[in-house]
């Protein structure tokens, strides 16, 4: 099955080219969808597709980033697109992935391998809420996910050529896990959207305090 999220579709056959497209590739994580996150494990260590500063960014057509925008500083070591996080070993504990929306389907095999083998105890992985998508959803998500986060009101993203969050998104956001969850994290996404367990997968939720 490909991973070629250009040409992704729906079980009913919708496009996904919607959100696969360059300039919402380039959109920043807003902080309201990490932060929860980082305080419940005690700080993300690698985000290995983060998003470069305003001068090493390159945007579509004529749009020009934001002169003062920074780079994204999620975790303690922010992987730039130049080191190429597909390339190189996790080897951590807690990692956040938020990649370009045309690239979800090889961050999930890479996300999904790092875990199993070890190189990453636990994945937090943003993706569009979309699924009925047959080439990431499916394949990896249903089938390997302990638990789907699904946001209450939509998110709004960062867009890159004002640095402030853009309004107007036309799709809703979910949050993947691969490996545990603490149970605060989950009370916090119970109460704030939807919360889907699959007991049959791997991890699941646990005590705080009870490690990946």
């Not at 390339?87 to 095999?109: H, M, R, Y």
Request: glycine share 10%.
């Amino acid at each position: 099955m490909s991973t070629d999220d250009t040409t992704s579709t729906t079980v009913d056959g919708t496009s996904m080219a919607f959100v696969a497209n360059k300039k919402k590739d380039s959109w920043r994580t807003p902080p309201a969808l990490y932060e929860p996150i980082a305080e419940a494990v005690d700080g993300i260590d690698l985000d290995p597709c983060a998003g470069p500063p305003g001068d090493r960014l390159e945007l579509p057509g004529d749009a020009e980033p934001a002169d003062d925008l920074p780079p994204t500083d999620i975790a303690d070591r922010n992987v730039m697109p130049w080191e190429d996080g597909l390339s190189i070993q996790w080897n951590t504990d807690d990692v956040f992935v938020n990649p370009a929306f045309s690239e979800v389907g090889k961050w999930l095999a890479m996300a999904v391998g790092a875990w199993m083998a070890g190189d990453a105890n636990r994945v937090f992985f943003v993706t569009a809420a979309n699924t009925g998508t047959l080439s990431w959803y499916h394949r990896w998500i249903a089938s390997f996910a302990s638990v789907t986060y699904f946001t209450g009101p939509r998110q709004n993203y960062i867009d890159p050529e004002t640095g402030e969050l853009a309004s107007g998104v036309s799709f809703n956001t979910a949050v993947s896990v691969f490996g545990t969850i603490p149970e605060s994290l989950a009370k916090y996404w119970k109460q704030e959207g939807d919360l889907v367990v699959r007991p049959w997968n791997a991890g699941g939720i646990v005590e705080d305090g009870g490690g990946p």
